[in-house]
């Protein structure tokens, strides 16, 4: 009898029956998501259980990704890490240029500190800071000026490069967290990147340099581009290591003073613009040539100028330059026509190297705040100011045709028949 009703039983793995095939089948993966959510209700914990029995159900839904990040949402306000790790990874996996959510991830492996998770919080930052490094303005939207592109593009970088160099520091790789400290810093001064600097050099015992670093971040804001320090713990580790070199906090005051002196006076050198920042009209900016020599636009004031404004990384400039150039020699001899092409770019230090490649032939100046005052918010940019300083041409972005004869014409109207006749 036993036998007979064992062998009767069916098994553990039998098939579901027609209807429930049926059931599965005609199931509406949309309909199914609004109600494992409405199921739910408030509670986040149950829409966690939810929505993984819903996955297991449903492993190819139209909304994975969606739900991926509700579970994402939802494990964080319980507080469930592990949770929100497993499926912000699973997110990237699925969408690998959503740079919010790898952020969301670095932070969560950050606290699980081991070195697997340290190395693969490293290796996302890495991945963003090659999309932010890799972008330009051309896609900036356009209600953002390009000023303000490029302030939160470099700060962006800036606390990118802080925080790998953070990771590395935690993993002991002293070399790698140092280059990407320095890296930040160079980028926009800020008072972390040279805390953390101070601290990698203090565990070295190399005790000059730390202190060097210390006064850097003492001086500095303490609320920067990258993030807060705490000054007063700033404070304590420079007055430790120079007890260390000094024996004594003696001359420790006039040491920050002068750092503080240093600061301001590179700041200044690194924004030379500054000075124009009172300015009324075009033809009272002082620009500089490659050189650092003044270019007073005062001494043009009369003239009809003549604006190109470009940057290194920008690709429509470099087809649109060489033409400007040719139209700037067809004036050569004009005395009543100047010509500048108008760099705009953040780092400087690229200029020359890329102007010595393309060995254009027309006068180079730094924008200083010209490309600002003039509202400059997309490159290239072409303009005519008249005589009396009035814009009476403007082309934003580089036409394939008829820009060079568009442009000629511009400056004969702008230069009037009286001189249109000394023109070649």
Known sequence: MCAR??????????????????????ANPETELQKTIADAGNDRGALVRNLERYLQRFPDAPRKAAVFR????????????ACALKYSEQLIALRPDDSEIMMLAVGLLQKQGDEASLTRAAGYVSRVLDRIDKSTATEKPARVSLADW???????????????????????????????????YSVRPNAVAAEQLGEIAEMQRDYATAVQEYLVAFVLPEDGPVGKVNRREVRKRLGN??????????GLGEAVLAQYDLLGAA???????????????????????????AVPLAGDRGKVLVLSFWATWCGPCRELEPQFVQVAKNYAG??????????????????APFLSHEKWDVPVVYADGLDAFVKV??????????????????????????FAENLTAAIQAAVGSAASTTTP
């Open 70 to 81: 509700a579970l994402v949402e939802s494990c964080e306000q319980v507080q469930d890490d």
């Open 150 to 184: 490029q302030q939160h593009h470099d700060e962006l970088r800036a606390a990118l490069y802080n925080l790998r160099g953070q990771i590395e520091k935690s993993q002991h790789d002293d070399a790698a967290a140092e280059k990407d400290l320095r890296m930040s």
């Open 5 to 26: 009703a064992q062998n009767n039983a069916p098994p553990a793995s039998a098939p579901k029956t027609p209807s429930d095939a049926i059931s599965k089948k005609d």
């Open 334 to 351: 004009n005395t009543g026509i100047v010509f500048y092409a108008v760099n705009t770019d953040e780092d400087e230090s690229l200029v």
């Open 267 to 293: 700041q200044a050198t690194a924004n030379p613009g500054a000075g124009n920042k009172n300015a009324k009209d075009a033809y009272a900016f002082v620009l500089r040539k490659l050189d650092g020599t």
């Open 241 to 250: 290591v120079w007890r260390q070199l000094h024996g004594s906090e003696q």
């Open 377 to 402: 918010e997309s490159l290239p940019t072409v303009m005519i100011l008249d005589r009396g300083g009035k814009i009476t041409y403007r082309i934003n972005g580089y036409p394939p045709e008829g």
